[in-house]
């Protein structure tokens, strides 16, 4: 059973508007959480990361928020540009013993429209 | 250059050749990690390994040996590599204090 989930496999937005990317988590015990973006035939590289202790974090144009009651969070991008066109996946990290070990959801392909 | 090296990016082999991916980090990062990409399902994380001469089992380890020698290297063993192992795979590093791991370019395996 996947712990971390993104529902929407695919996005498509026009230039200058919002994207909103969503992912929702079962396991109550995650308390770090991150946004990884990958283009093709790329690694994925890290983009923006939210502590559990707060519900949102601003970098540029990308913002992320995190509502813990509904174990749900969305990274925004404001305004979206064709380079943002990739596929994103939100990750998940409970601090244990075990060291950081990074929960991964399905992926969201973004594709921003001229 | 900060980063995180696989070899090779693109292999075929057959069912059973034994077969190694390698993986090199220049950050001097304690963790390192492989995982494997595949359609709907995300990165799933295969074996990770927190320092030297210490590693530990994934959620998708069957049918993957690993290695931590040094603090560098991290390779990828498929002893009897099998189809469902036809998979891209990741390998990735990071600081022990930190989860923003790094991630290098991928390896896209298939096994026939």
């Known amino acids: 059973d996947q712990q971390v989930k993104q529902n929407s496999p695919s996005l498509s937005v026009q230039e200058g508007r919002i994207s909103i990317l969503n992912c929702d988590y079962t396991n109550s015990m995650f308390d770090y959480f991150l946004w990884y973006k990958k283009y093709p035939a790329e690694g994925p590289t890290f983009l923006i990361s939210?502590?559990?202790?707060?519900d949102k974090n601003e970098d540029g144009r990308f913002t992320v928020f995190l509502n813990k009651s509904a174990k749900h969070l969305s990274l925004h991008i404001v305004p979206s540009q064709p380079g943002d066109s990739a596929v994103y996946f939100c990750?998940?990290?409970?601090?244990?013993?075990?060291?950081?070990?990074?929960?991964f959801g399905g992926g969201t392909r973004l594709m921003v429209k001229p | 250059e900060a980063q995180v090296t696989q070899n090779p990016r693109y292999l075929i082999t057959v069912t059973g050749k034994k077969l190694t991916v390698t993986c090199s980090q220049n950050m001097n990062h304690e963790y390192m990690s492989w995982y494997r990409q595949d359609p709907g399902l995300g990165l799933r994380q295969i074996y990770y390994?927190?320092?030297?001469?210490?590693?530990d089992k994934g959620d998708v380890p069957e049918g993957y040996k690993v290695s931590r020698k040094e603090k560098r290297n991290f390779p990828l063993i498929l002893e009897s590599p099998s189809p469902n192992q036809t998979s891209l795979y990741f390998c990735a590093s990071s600081l022990w204090d930190r989860t923003e791991a790094f991630f290098g370019q991928g390896t896209r395996l298939t096994v026939v």
């Open positions: 990750a998940a990290s409970a601090r244990n013993n075990a060291g950081n070990m990074l929960t």
């Open positions: 390994s927190m320092n030297v001469e210490v590693t």
């Open positions: 939210i502590s559990s202790i707060k």
